[in-house]
């Protein structure tokens, strides 16, 4: 009977302490924070891809198409339209040796764009008079190149535009290619004649060719409500300058514009620009979709827009929706909000992140528009990395590298971005979480492939964010690949959904 007694002790025992070890051995085994796999070969076969994408070969760069007038319906305020929506390297042929220095020069686009976005809001914040901004010319030369490389901030930083969308203009309508931009609110495009026109994909769209184009007078209210304009002959000039010296002047105007099959919108006030000079090659002007007046939303008085940009090395297209769908569908929501000082740019309310499930110890205060209207974060599809003021960026990246111990360093620094790892004997790697966070409670985690970005062909992957001195934040379009994002206007939210390209 003692030795019975005494086995079930020692079995209990033995049993007790297996699971306990097991217990042990399974913690061991759990990871310390929340990771994310990121496939290494998949990113580096873009790399390959996108620089060996020759766009003559593409549908995309057909001759113009000619829409038959009569095709399209007319357009009310709630009527849904969709675009399709390309990236720019799917339209210009890449001039770059290797992939490196495709990045570094998508880099440092981005760098003036950024300077220009900051730019314009320190003068609104700061009370400059749009008046004050005039277009510069005389009688004999209407347009002067050489005095409009001054920094005369009349709209956001272009660049050369990252992402597409294609629709005709003038009646019959003509088909061609604009920069989607949500940081800008004056629509333009190149036309005939040209004092100093770049290249564009599509013919030069010629004003004379369309039984409804009409110059606007120098008393209409479009014209009026334009930054910088001047008069002559009755007829309203335009200047749009960028951080980077790019430019577009000419005539302000109105005529029809078509989307597609979906319908067409009488009436639209759009630059037509007969001198327009700087990194926009490819496309035949720009498509105006910040909260401004004269902006495309505005004009046709819609409720809402949403876009999803796909990964600009894919080579792949997604859509640009109007009308489509409310914030309240998607994986997380955050209020749009508005600067009283500036009504271009959509502001989000963003209250931190997480790295590997861990939260970032950030002040909200950070990421707040002040009194004065400065600071903020703002939504912007034309810059491609995500700028954060610099207190909230160090606790960002710190977060990241501490839980990175484990990786292997790459080269210090490369341009904007100073966290980099070397990844070239690596197919896939297990990397933290990177989570934003919304006012109001919701968050969204990011693809892998989303913070850490090839910066050359050989495996060096880096941090994709960066530092600004400024007091503002601005969430890029690296960022936001792969999320359809939805702009309510209606209801004052953003509507974030992953995986609906």
Same mark, same amino acid.
């Given at each position: 009977?003692?030795?019975?007694?005494?086995?079930?002790?020692?079995?209990?025992?033995? =049993?007790?302490?297996l699971l306990t070890t097991t217990d042990a051995?399974?913690?061991?085994?759990?990871?310390?924070?929340?990771?994310?796999?990121?496939?290494?070969?998949?990113?580096?076969?873009?790399?390959?891809?996108?620089?060996?994408?020759?766009?003559? =070969?593409?549908?995309?760069?057909?001759?113009?198409?000619?829409?038959? /007038?009569?095709?399209?319906?007319?357009?009310?305020?709630?009527?849904?339209?969709?675009?399709?929506?390309?990236?720019?390297?799917?339209?210009?042929?890449?001039?770059?040796?290797?992939?490196?220095?495709?990045?570094?020069?998508? =880099?440092?686009?981005?760098?003036?764009?950024?300077?220009?976005?900051? +730019?314009?809001?320190?003068?609104?914040?700061?009370?400059?008079?749009?008046?004050?901004?005039?277009?510069?010319?005389?009688?004999?030369?209407?347009?002067?190149?050489?005095?409009?490389?001054?920094?005369?901030?009349?709209?956001?930083?272009?660049?050369?535009?990252?992402?597409?969308?294609?629709?005709?203009?003038?009646?019959?309508?003509?088909?061609?290619?604009?920069?989607?931009?949500?940081?800008?609110?004056?629509?333009?495009?190149?036309?005939?004649?040209?004092?100093?026109? *770049?290249?564009?994909?599509?013919?030069?769209?010629?004003?004379?060719?369309?039984?409804?184009?009409?110059?606007?007078?120098?008393?209409a209210p479009q014209c009026g409500s334009l930054?910088?304009?001047?008069?002559?002959?009755?007829?309203?000039?335009?200047?749009?300058?960028? /951080?980077?010296?790019?430019?577009?002047?000419?005539?302000?105007?109105?005529?029809?514009?078509?989307?597609?099959?979906?319908?067409?919108?009488?009436?639209? +006030?759009?630059?037509?620009?007969?001198?327009?000079? /700087?990194?926009?090659?490819?496309?035949?002007?720009?498509?105006?979709?910040?909260?401004?007046?004269?902006?495309?939303?505005?004009?046709? #008085?819609?409720?809402?827009?949403?876009?999803?940009?796909?990964?600009?090395?894919?080579?792949?297209?997604?859509?640009?929706?109007?009308?489509?769908?409310?914030?309240?569908?998607?994986?997380?929501?955050?209020?749009?909000?508005?600067?009283? #000082?500036?009504?271009?740019?959509?502001?989000?309310?963003?209250?931190?992140?997480?790295?590997?499930?861990?939260?970032?110890?950030?002040?909200?205060?950070?990421? +707040?528009?002040?009194?004065?209207?400065?600071?903020?974060?703002?939504?912007?599809?034309?810059?491609?990395?995500?700028?954060?003021?610099?207190?909230?960026?160090?606790?960002?990246?710190?977060?990241?590298?501490k839980l990175t111990a484990n990786l292997k360093?790459?080269?210090?620094?490369?341009?904007?971005?100073?966290?980099? *790892?070397?990844?070239?004997?690596?197919?896939?790697? #297990?990397?933290?979480?990177?989570?934003?966070?919304?006012?109001?409670?919701?968050?969204?985690?990011?693809?892998? #492939?989303? *913070?850490?970005?090839?910066?050359?062909?050989?495996?060096?992957?880096?941090?994709?964010?960066?530092?600004?001195?400024?007091?503002?934040?601005?969430?890029?379009?690296?960022?936001?690949?792969?999320?359809?994002?939805?702009?309510? =206007?209606?209801?004052?939210?953003?509507?974030?959904?992953?995986?609906?390209?």
């Amino acid at each position: 009977m003692a030795s019975t007694r005494l086995f079930s002790l020692l079995s209990v025992f033995t =049993l007790s302490l297996l699971l306990t070890t097991t217990d042990a051995s399974s913690r061991s085994l759990l990871p310390s924070h929340e990771t994310i796999v990121l496939d290494v070969v998949s990113s580096l076969q873009q790399t390959q891809h996108i620089l060996s994408l020759d766009p003559t =070969l593409s549908s995309l760069t057909t001759t113009t198409t000619t829409i038959p /007038g009569s095709d399209p319906v007319f357009l009310n305020s709630s009527s849904p339209l969709s675009l399709e929506l390309h990236s720019r390297d799917t339209l210009v042929a890449s001039q770059h040796k290797d992939y490196k220095s495709l990045v570094l020069s998508r =880099l440092e686009r981005d760098s003036s764009r950024v300077a220009g976005i900051t +730019a314009k809001i320190r003068f609104a914040v700061e009370g400059i008079d749009r008046s004050d901004l005039k277009p510069v010319y005389n009688d004999e030369t209407l347009y002067q190149p050489e005095d409009l490389t001054t920094p005369v901030v009349s709209g956001a930083s272009q660049g050369s535009g990252e992402y597409f969308s294609r629709i005709g203009v003038g009646t019959p309508a003509k088909e061609m290619f604009m920069v989607l931009d949500t940081g800008s609110d004056i629509n333009w495009i190149q036309c005939q004649p040209c004092s100093d026109c *770049y290249q564009q994909s599509d013919p030069v769209f010629d004003p004379a060719s369309s039984s409804t184009f009409k110059s606007l007078s120098c008393s209409a209210p479009q014209c009026g409500s334009l930054e910088v304009s001047a008069c002559r002959s009755d007829k309203c000039l335009y200047q749009v300058s960028y /951080g980077d010296g790019s430019f577009t002047v000419g005539d302000y105007a109105t005529d029809t514009v078509t989307f597609g099959t979906n319908g067409k919108v009488n009436d639209v +006030a759009l630059g037509c620009g007969h001198d327009n000079e /700087g990194l926009f090659t490819g496309a035949a002007g720009l498509l105006g979709l910040g909260g401004g007046a004269l902006s495309m939303t505005n004009q046709i #008085k819609a409720t809402s827009f949403s876009y999803c940009l796909v990964d600009r090395d894919s080579g792949k297209s997604s859509s640009l929706d109007f009308n489509s769908v409310q914030a309240g569908t998607g994986d997380a929501t955050a209020p749009l909000l508005r600067n009283s #000082k500036i009504d271009t740019f959509y502001y989000v309310g963003l209250s931190g992140f997480s790295v590997g499930g861990q939260q970032v110890s950030i002040p909200s205060s950070v990421f +707040a528009v002040d009194a004065s209207g400065a600071g903020g974060v703002i939504l912007d599809c034309g810059t491609a990395v995500t700028r954060l003021q610099t207190q909230a960026y160090n606790s960002l990246r710190d977060a990241f590298v501490k839980l990175t111990a484990n990786l292997k360093k790459g080269t210090s620094s490369i341009s904007l971005f100073d966290t980099c *790892y070397d990844f070239s004997s690596l197919s896939t790697v #297990k990397v933290p979480t990177v989570a934003f966070h919304f006012t109001g409670g919701k968050s969204i985690d990011l693809p892998a #492939k989303n *913070y850490l970005i090839p910066v050359d062909d050989a495996g060096t992957f880096c941090f994709a964010f960066a530092p600004t001195s400024s007091s503002l934040s601005i969430i890029g379009n690296v960022q936001q690949q792969g999320t359809r994002i939805t702009y309510d =206007l209606a209801n004052n939210l953003i509507g974030l959904s992953a995986n609906q390209c």
